[in-house]
């Protein structure tokens, strides 16, 4: 009996080991993959800085206007320009 009792403590004693193996095994898994989902995370917030500074750039007065008259020949608007529209079709 007493050599049933300890083969059934030794069988019991392996798999709680393997089990053991096995859940840092998936630990460990489970840490990459959060390592890798941080780094993506810093990624994607660099390249969000970098796209908000492209935007405020893109979006200056100055820039546009100077596009406007090198690229679209377009002449700023001044009073002798102006023709104003009456209703009496005069």
Partial sequence: MSARF??????ILVVCALSLVNSQY???????????????????DIEWAQ?????????KNSRIEAI???ELSMMPLTPAR?????AGGK
Avoid: P, V
């Fill in 68 to 70: 406007a008259r090198s």
């Fill in 82 to 86: 102006t023709e104003y529209l009456t």
């Fill in 6 to 11: 300890n083969l059934l403590l030794t069988g």
């Fill in 26 to 44: 998936q630990a460990r898994q489970l840490f990459i993959e959060q390592e890798r989902a941080q780094s993506e995370m810093r990624q994607l």
């Fill in 51 to 59: 796209l908000q500074l492209d935007q405020s750039t893109l979006g």
